[in-house]
């Protein structure tokens, strides 16, 4: 009932910056939490930084001073923006959103189809 879809991956420099983005759409009463999510090749998919409605926000160690997560509660969208990329960066780029599509539903752990990006050395 609520779909995920990213779009902003491709091919960077190491160095250099790019910028995810994640709209939900579909059946939706609130979502309470969005995030971004990465798994590299032959290894376990690790968050990389989440944001609440209410604003906070949360990263992971690798990332932090280089990423930055916002959102767009009017948009239901949500952003990364990374910079000073690594390629130790690369890797598919999931979206998560906690999401409910009516007043007293469950909240639903949606995701989407993934992006990929890759950083050259």
């Known amino acids: 009932q609520v779909q995920l879809v990213e779009s902003g991956g491709g091919l960077v420099e190491a160095g250099g910056s790019l910028r995810l983005s994640c709209a939900a759409s579909?059946?939706?009463?609130?979502?309470?939490?969005m995030g971004w999510y990465r798994q590299a090749p032959g290894k376990q998919r690790e968050l990389v930084a989440a944001?609440?409605?209410?604003?906070?926000?949360d990263y992971a160690d690798s990332v932090k001073g280089r990423f930055t997560i916002s959102r767009d509660n009017a948009k239901n969208t949500v952003y990364l923006q990374m910079s000073s990329l690594r390629p130790e960066d690369t890797a598919v780029y999931f979206c998560?959103?906690?999401?409910?599509?009516?007043?007293?539903?469950?909240?639903?752990?949606?995701w989407g189809q993934g992006t990929q990006v890759t950083v050259s050395s």
């Open positions: 579909g059946i939706i009463f609130s979502i309470s939490a």
């Open positions: 998560n959103a906690v999401a409910r599509s009516t007043r007293w539903g469950t909240p639903l752990d949606c």
């Open positions: 944001i609440i409605s209410g604003g906070s926000t």
